[in-house]
């Protein structure tokens, strides 16, 4: 540990609330790895809805409204986290590290010293890595990025060679592994047509990228202003957000007035229209619900169609390595929408809220 200092900046999240619940602290110790951690200098760090999610409290079944950011009358004190459960304060927050390892505890591999590394966002139990219910966020169930140092198991972190810069590597870890986990459960493949919600954002981007990795036709719906940057992705076709008939503008896009999968991260009221331009034996698969988490579903369209329903949170094992590797071998690129110094963290995650942006935001110490 010498030429590490003994404190540092960080942004600390001190109670569920609206942006005044995250205090700058510029004198916080700097944690120490125990056991098979590592200690993590951050380069940089994405901005991500969990972060606002938890923050708010927005995971409480109590809440019923759409992601705003802003402090809700009443969040259950039982499960305003993404697992259900009440989170602990005074917490760091953050998951998308990038940052070079500079110490390791005693059952950590100490060959990684030295190296540039992002972060695996699941805490597993070694010793059962398959079990769901064992499993933690990091910057949820324990501190996280946004700070100047932070401490991970080893096997959480990768190395990764890449002439990507620090920031647009802090793109990847929670976007684009929530992406490829959900197109993992809707098993798609080359012969798929795949409508992608929300698509202009960190996932949504993702997901573009990740489906046209796999062979698949792809439908990107977001805001028209949004259209000339998305384009950049290549999708096979962009929609307005919320077309009128999207039937009829799946019919003039593609020549298909159906898709064989939704990928969704907005539901809302919106849920609806997107199920009924499912193709019979389609799957929907779900990350998110910016929009609002209550829809409705006509069960008829669910079994008379034999669709497929997955969510997606908790990731396989081999998705994070997958995408170490797709990072290095060029198959996917960064949106990098901006940078903010840590310190102003609150008018980073002001604009993340906003959603005027395409890709992701990233913070640097």
């Given at each position: 540990?010498?030429?590490?200092?003994?404190?540092?900046?960080?942004?600390?999240?001190?109670?569920?609330?609206?942006?005044?619940?995250?205090?700058?602290?510029?004198?916080?110790?700097?944690?120490?790895?125990?056991?098979?951690?590592?200690?993590?200098?951050?380069?940089?760090?994405?901005?991500?809805?969990?972060?606002?999610?938890?923050?708010?409290?927005?995971?409480?079944?109590?809440?019923?409204?759409?992601?705003?950011?802003?402090?809700?009358?009443?969040?259950?004190?039982?499960?305003?986290?993404?697992?259900?459960?009440?989170?602990?304060?005074?917490?760091?927050?953050?998951?998308?590290?990038a940052g070079i390892v500079v110490a390791a505890g005693p059952d950590a591999d100490a060959g990684m010293i030295g190296k540039r590394v992002i972060t695996d966002n699941w805490l597993r139990d070694w010793d059962d890595p398959l079990?769901?219910?064992?499993?933690?966020?990091?910057?949820?169930?324990?501190?996280?990025?946004?700070?100047?140092?932070?401490?991970?198991?080893?096997?959480?972190?990768?190395?990764?060679?890449?002439p990507m810069s620090d920031a647009e590597l802090a793109t990847f870890s929670c976007s684009y592994s929530t992406a490829e986990g959900m197109l993992t459960r809707a098993n798609v493949g080359p012969e798929d047509r795949v409508l992608?919600?929300?698509?202009?954002?960190?996932?949504?981007?993702?997901?573009?990228?990740?489906?046209?990795?796999?062979?698949?036709?792809?439908?990107?719906?977001?805001?028209?202003?949004?259209?000339?940057?998305?384009?950049?992705?290549?999708?096979?076709?962009?929609?307005p957000r919320r077309p009128d008939n999207l039937k009829s503008a799946l019919q003039a896009a593609t020549g298909h007035s159906t898709v064989t999968v939704v990928a969704d991260i907005v539901g809302g009221d919106y849920f609806p229209?997107?199920?009924?331009?499912?193709?019979?034996?389609?799957?929907?698969?779900?990350?998110?619900?910016?929009?609002?988490?209550?829809?409705?579903?006509?069960?008829?369209?669910?079994?008379?169609?034999?669709?497929?329903?997955?969510?997606?949170?908790?990731?396989?094992?081999?998705?994070?390595?997958?995408?170490?590797?797709?990072?290095?071998?060029?198959?996917?690129?960064?949106?990098?929408?901006?940078?903010?110094?840590?310190?102003?963290?609150?008018?980073?995650?002001?604009?993340?809220?906003?959603?005027?942006?395409?890709?992701?935001?990233?913070?640097?110490?």
């Amino acid at each position: 540990m010498s030429n590490i200092p003994e404190t540092m900046k960080a942004m600390v999240l001190m109670r569920h609330g609206d942006m005044d619940a995250l205090e700058y602290h510029t004198n916080w110790p700097v944690p120490e790895p125990q056991g098979a951690e590592v200690l993590i200098r951050v380069l940089a760090c994405g901005l991500n809805n969990t972060d606002v999610n938890t923050r708010s409290g927005w995971y409480s079944k109590t809440v019923d409204a759409p992601t705003t950011g802003a402090a809700y009358d009443e969040v259950g004190g039982e499960d305003p986290s993404w697992g259900g459960a009440p989170i602990t304060f005074p917490r760091i927050q953050g998951a998308d590290v990038a940052g070079i390892v500079v110490a390791a505890g005693p059952d950590a591999d100490a060959g990684m010293i030295g190296k540039r590394v992002i972060t695996d966002n699941w805490l597993r139990d070694w010793d059962d890595p398959l079990n769901k219910d064992k499993t933690g966020y990091f910057g949820s169930e324990c501190d996280g990025g946004f700070a100047e140092y932070t401490t991970l198991d080893y096997r959480n972190v990768a190395v990764v060679e890449s002439p990507m810069s620090d920031a647009e590597l802090a793109t990847f870890s929670c976007s684009y592994s929530t992406a490829e986990g959900m197109l993992t459960r809707a098993n798609v493949g080359p012969e798929d047509r795949v409508l992608i919600t929300g698509a202009s954002g960190g996932v949504g981007s993702a997901l573009i990228q990740l489906a046209k990795r796999r062979g698949a036709c792809v439908i990107a719906m977001a805001s028209e202003a949004k259209h000339e940057n998305v384009k950049t992705l290549s999708p096979n076709a962009i929609l307005p957000r919320r077309p009128d008939n999207l039937k009829s503008a799946l019919q003039a896009a593609t020549g298909h007035s159906t898709v064989t999968v939704v990928a969704d991260i907005v539901g809302g009221d919106y849920f609806p229209t997107l199920i009924d331009v499912l193709a019979r034996g389609g799957r929907y698969t779900c990350s998110g619900a910016i929009a609002g988490p209550l829809v409705s579903l006509d069960l008829r369209t669910l079994y008379l169609r034999d669709l497929t329903f997955t969510g997606s949170t908790v990731l396989p094992p081999h998705v994070f390595p997958d995408l170490v590797g797709y990072i290095e071998a060029g198959e996917i690129r960064p949106m990098l929408a901006a940078t903010y110094p840590l310190a102003e963290l609150h008018a980073a995650q002001t604009a993340f809220i906003a959603k005027k942006h395409v890709g992701n935001i990233v913070v640097v110490p």
